[in-house]
Structure formats: structure tokens, C-alpha cells
């Protein structure tokens, strides 16, 4: 036991994941609705945009060294903050959160406002649709 928690306070001395960077917002979408942006804020701009809201625990390793690297993909992947695509991506947005895939489970299990009803996922998806066109 004193030999994990040693090594719980040793890995707090890697950098990684503690850097929670929110680079300025260069250009968002124009979306159809601030109800879609909403949605989308809560159940989407904390790994797909530069306003993360970065909770205490994920300063905390290994939890920062996760949170750290989900951010980066995600934004790699999709980032509303620096929208440059015109929608190309709106298939796969609507069929992965449609499918149940985004957000992911466990995020809600951390962040309980990510967690959209069954209407406000159709609402979420009928508005992405809206905003990028129908893909």
C-alpha cells in the first residue's frame, strides 16, 4: 500500500497533462440556433474546442495524462473553436453521437451536464444537421 501510494505522489513529477492549454478561439460556425450551440458546448467543446473547462482532477496523473491526450485528439479530429471545413464532418458527427459513441460514457460519469436526454440529442443532431447541412 505505502509502495502505491509512493508511486501515485512520484508520477505527479511528470509534466504531461498539466499544461491545459486554451488556445484564443480563431473562428466558430455560424449555427442555425444558440440552442444547438448550447448542446454542443455541453456535450461537445470540452475535447472539441479551445474552451475547455479543465476540472481540478485533471491536474491530477494519471487522470491528466488521460485528459491531456483526449483533448488533443479530440480537437485534432473535430474543433469548433478553429472551424475552417464548411461541414464536411456533419455524417460522422450526427452518426457517432446518434450511435452513442460521443459523448463518450464515461465523460458524463465526470461531467453530469454532458449528459443529453434523448430529446436533446435529437434536437443536438437535427441542429448540427441545420448548421452544417445534412452531409
Same mark, same amino acid.
Given at each position: ?35 444547438? $450551440?448550447?448542446?454542443?458546448? $455541453? ?93
Amino acid at each position: 500500500m505505502i509502495g502505491l501510494v509512493a508511486l501515485l505522489v512520484a508520477i505527479q513529477a511528470v509534466p504531461y497533462g498539466r499544461a491545459h492549454v486554451n488556445p484564443p478561439v480563431v473562428a466558430e460556425p455560424h449555427w442555425d440556433s444558440p440552442t444547438t $450551440r448550447a448542446l454542443a458546448v $455541453r456535450a461537445c467543446f470540452d475535447c472539441h474546442s479551445n474552451e475547455t473547462v479543465w476540472p481540478w482532477f485533471t491536474s491530477v496523473a494519471p487522470i491528466s495524462w488521460l485528459a491531456e491526450r483526449h483533448v488533443e485528439e479530440g480537437r485534432r479530429k473535430l474543433n469548433f473553436s478553429e472551424w475552417t471545413s464548411g461541414g464536411n464532418e456533419v455524417g460522422e458527427m450526427v452518426e457517432t453521437i446518434r450511435e452513442g459513441e460521443m459523448p463518450p460514457v464515461y465523460f458524463g460519469w465526470m461531467h453530469a451536464s454532458a449528459r443529453l436526454s434523448d430529446s436533446e440529442t435529437q434536437q443536438l443532431i437535427q441542429g448540427l444537421q441545420a448548421t452544417f447541412g445534412t452531409g
